[in-house]
Every structure is written in C-alpha cells, then in structure tokens.
C-alpha cells in the first residue's frame, strides 16, 4: 500500500459490556475483507501488569497468544475474527505502561527531569501503539474502560494528542455508546449518547463515528438527532444492533455502510469487499442440521466471560459438523458419585475444562469417572486433563489416593506434579520451578511443540504429527509413574519433541477419551475450527445417534 499507517481509536461510553472487543474485532475483519492488512491492540486502564494474576470471576478468560503473553480476552476476539497475528505488544496495562517508565526512570534514563503523566506516560502509550504499526495498513486500537473513568484518562489523552503527532488523515475516532429503548415511553432514548460524546469532547476528542448499540434498527430521524447533537454527519452514526450470532456483526456493520465510511474518511482506496464467507458462516450457523448437548463441567460457570474461548471453540467444533452445540454448564462444586448419572446422562460429551485451586476438584474427578465408564465421548483441558490422570491413576491403574501435588503434596501417587526444572524451547533455557516462584507470567506459557502419536485418537484429529499448542499451567505429568499408566491401558499420544512432557493422553477401549495440556481453543477460528474440537463434537453427533438408536 502506498499511504502511511492509520489509526483508528475506539473508546466506548455509557457502560461496559457493550461489546466494544467484538466491535474492533468485526471492524477489523471487515477491513481485511477489503485487502487491507491490519492489526488490532487492547490498551486496559487497570495496574495489573497483565490479567495473568486475576481471578476470572473478577476479569473473565485470561487469553494467551503464540508469545505466551497473558492478554485480556478481547485478544481472543480479535484473532477469531481476523487474520492478526497477536502477540505480548497487543495488549498493554496501566501497570505495563507504568512498570517500563518505571524501570526507565530508576536507570538514569530521563537525565533528572521530573517524572509526569504528560508527557512521560502518554508518551510511553504512544509508543506502545506505534509498536505494531510496522507492516499493516491500518492499526485498530481499543481503549478499555468506559469515557469518564479517571485510570483511563491517560490512554484518552495519549489517543488525543496521537492525531496531531501522525497527521489527522491518519486518525479516527470511533466511539461505542447505548441507544436504548425505554418501554413506558414506547421510543428508544439518544441523551446517554449526548452525554457520552460530551464527555469524549470535554477532553478533546471529537469521534468520527458513533457505534449505537441498540435492540432495533434506528430511523433517520434518530440518526439525525443524534448526529446533530454529536456534531457528526448522519452517516456517521452506525446502528450496531444485537444479533442472534456475534459472526453475524461484521455483515450488520457492513450493511450500515461503516467499511465504506471507514475508508472514506481515511482516505484509502481499496476494492470492495468480499463477504462471501462471512455470510456462508452465519447461514451455517443459523440452519444446523443437527444439535448436541455439552456439559462443561467447571468451577467459573456463573460467568459466561470465563470460558469465552472455550464456548467459541465447540461453537466452530460444531459448524464444521453442521451442529448446533448447546452448552450446559455443570458446576463442579455441586457433582460427585451419586449424582453423576443424574446430572450428566442426558450430556452426547462431557468436557472439564482448565482451572486453578482446589475447589470442585472431586466433582470434576466424577465427571470423567462417569464420562469414561459410560463411554460417553469426554475432552479434558488443562487441569481436565490432569485430572483425567488422577482419575485414570486412581480407579484404574490401581494407585489410590492418586493426584495432583496442586491439591495433594503427601499424596502416594503425584501423577501431576510440579517438574523442577524443565527445558523452555522458547527461550532455549532450562527453567527452574518450585513453590516458592512468583505467581506472575512464571507459568508455561504460549505455543509448544507437541509429537502426535501416528493411530492415536489426536492423530486421527489432527491428520498431523507435529502440532503447536498454546500452554498455561504450572504442573505437569510426572514421568516416573508414566509406564505404570501406560500398562493400565492409558495412551500417551502426545509428546514434547525431546520426549520429557507429557502433552495428550487418551483412552483405546473409549469412543472418544481425550486429555490434552494445552489449550486448543485459543486457536480455534470460527473458519478455521480447531481439529480437536470438530472430532469431538464428531464423536458427540455419533453417540447421540447411536444412543437414539438404543
Ligand atoms: N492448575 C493447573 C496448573 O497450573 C492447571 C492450569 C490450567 O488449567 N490452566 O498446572
């Protein structure tokens, strides 16, 4: 391309939850259907360095890209809808931000200056996002965080000053607000969008275009309203209504005219856009021939945010099958032995996904008892897959009282434990671990390489025999007790390539019996559905029919 790079900033107002990711994310996808090449960066007001150490209940999925970076879930959105290629430059913290001006100032490096907001930090924000403009055509930048919230104050005012920094040709500003409809008075309500722009104006923003989020189409005369009030052009305000399907946002914006508006204001001649695919998806997705029911059997079931990856990926497993997946959630808290049969014999799959901390540990362990002697097809993820370890350990190979140091450290068998020291490809170190590591980013983290087992369930999956996976744990399978399990019929079918982590283990005598270290959904994409993921829902479809036809 023969322009500069361009900036577009999205901030969002009123509240959150408007689904300000989503929106940057379909953006994005929209642009790329364009020809353009793009990238997208979260920038959070919060001072965790990054949401590595937060509870999701308090912040939703912790989303790891290739670079074992721990990002915000939005990340995850972002590589689902398009081509980007993500890694620890595309989401940045106030604590990140603050941490490197931090480091720089205790070097010397200011040379006895004052230390100030402006310009040291906005400064090291604009540089953060001039960070991954190398490359692309078009920079999509999200700022977190709600207009009129004092800790994002500093983003907004870096994004301010970065239009008269690069030239305002090359900047826009898109602005998320809520037109909602209020039933007594029978008409939807554009004042939270006037004060929202107010707000954004008052610092010296003035937005280029208004996403209004909305349960209904808005008429040219709210338009106008409130393009009047918001100094913008009536195409300029975007209806950003809800959809039955989050792939079906990129075909609304679309059809809204915000790609075209997009390119227009940014001055970039590019062909017109291709949604071919996108339409097939949604189409898919809305006329499924079949459907399946998945228990999710987990301790973060309440918020749906916390396995946001997870519910996405056995959404692609099941387009790829032509299915409908249904998810229940099971909380692991409130299972165990007598209430198995109850709780999951209506499920065509069982899956435990990845978690932290003791809490509804036995629950899960009964899950895939169950899953495992009732050969319904069963996914373990992360800790599922460790548990399916213990649980394989202890009714089966015979070790009882079999588990994970983790929740364990006298148990007799520590199938899972903590590996002291193990070779990182990354950083082509041997790494050290023990209980007393800092909690923060000292995990294994990001893309590994895996060796598929050839006729293992995972190669039939994969059709591959080496994998990269993307990790996020602490413990790992313990070596010593592995040719025990293996005789007691366990299958380990996935393996570093230097032989020592265990990374898949699965069940012959099962239809469908997985565990795996990593986490596979973070590299599902609704085109491009993760394998493991469409041989399960696979084997889900066969059960039930096979159930159905008892
Ligand atoms: N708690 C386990 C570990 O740290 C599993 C982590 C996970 O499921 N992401 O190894």
């Known amino acids: 391309m023969h322009f500069p790079t361009k900036f577009i900033f999205i901030t969002g107002g009123v509240l959150s939850s408007l689904g300000k990711g989503l929106a940057s994310a379909a953006i994005g996808a929209l642009l790329e259907s364009r020809g ?37 879930l939005d990340l995850g959105h972002y590589e689902r809808f398009t081509h980007a290629k993500l890694g620890r430059n595309n989401n940045f913290t106030t604590g990140k931000i603050y941490h490197s001006v931090i480091t720089k100032e205790r070097r010397g490096d200011y040379l006895g200056g004052t230390v100030q907001v402006i310009p040291h930090i906005t400064d090291e924000i604009k540089q953060s996002i001039i960070s991954v403009a190398n490359d692309v055509d078009v920079v999509i930048a999200e700022v977190g965080g709600t207009i009129g919230d004092i800790e994002s104050l500093p983003f907004q005012e870096a994004i301010r000053q970065f239009k008269s920094d690069v030239g305002k040709e090359n900047v826009l500003y898109v602005h998320l607000t809520l037109v909602p409809y209020i039933s007594t008075a029978g008409e939807v309500k554009t004042k ?59 075909l609304l914006f679309h059809q809204e005219g915000l790609d075209n508006k997009i390119v227009a204001l940014l001055n970039i001649w590019t062909r017109a856009p291709k949604l071919g695919r996108w339409k ?27 396995y946001k990856s997870l519910n996405e990926a056995l959404c692609h497993g099941g387009i790829a099958n032509d299915c409908k997946v ?72 015979g070790m009882q009282g079999a588990h994970s140091t983790e929740f364990d450290e006298a148990t007799p068998f520590p ?15 041997v790494q ?22 050839e006729g293992s369930l995972a190669h039939q999956a994969y059709r591959n ?27 380990m079918s996935g393996i570093s390539p230097d032989g020592k982590l265990v990374e898949i283990v699965e069940m012959a005598d099962h239809p469908w019996f997985l565990g795996c270290q990593f986490h596979p959904e973070f590299k599902s994409r ?25």
């Not at 997208?40 to 939703?60: A, E, R, W």
């Not at 050290?432 to 390489?449: E, F």
């Open 36 to 72: 353009l090449t793009i990238t997208l960066q979260k920038l959070d007001p919060y001072i965790n360095v990054d949401p590595g150490t937060m509870n999701p209940f308090q912040h939703g999925e912790v989303f790891v890209t290739d670079d074992g970076a721990e990002t915000d």
């Open 432 to 453: 050290q671990r023990d209980v007393t590591s800092h909690k923060g980013g000292t995990m294994r983290l990001g893309a590994y390489p895996c060796v598929v087992k």
């Open 280 to 306: 097939e998806l949604v189409e898919k997705i809305k006329t499924p021939k079949y459907s399946v029911a998945i228990a999710v059997v987990g301790k973060y079931i309440h918020l749906k945010e916390s």
């Open 326 to 397: 249904n998810l229940d959630f099971v909380d692991s808290e409130t299972i165990d032995e007598s209430n198995c049969r109850e709780r999951l014999g209506q499920a065509d799959g069982v899956l435990v996904p990845g978690g932290f901390g003791a809490r509804g540990i036995e629950g899960k362990i009964s899950a895939i008892r169950f899953a495992r002697e009732e050969k319904i097809p069963f996914f373990g993820i992360c800790l599922g897959m460790q548990m399916t370890v213990v649980e394989y350990a202890r009714h089966v190979a």
């Open 415 to 429: 199938v899972i434990y903590l590996m002291k020291e193990w070779f990182d490809y990354k950083s082509q170190k």
């Open 526 to 550: 609704p085109m491009d559905p993760h394998p493991l993921f469409v041989s399960f829902i696979k084997a889900a479809i066969d059960y039930k029919n096979r159930r159905g036809g008892e």
């Open 192 to 250: 939270p969008t006037q004060h929202s722009v107010k707000e954004l104006r008052s610092i010296g923003i003035q937005p280029d275009i208004l996403l209004c989020r909305t349960d209904r189409f808005l008429s040219k005369e709210i338009k106008s309203k409130i393009a009047l009030f918001c100094n913008v052009d009536v195409d300029q305000v975007i209806t950003a209504k809800d959809v039955e399907t989050i792939y079906e946002v990129p």
């Open 465 to 491: 025999e080496e994998i990269s996976e993307r990790h996020r744990h602490r413990y790992e399978f313990n070596n010593d007790l592995k040719e025990r399990l293996e005789e007691a019929g366990l299958v």
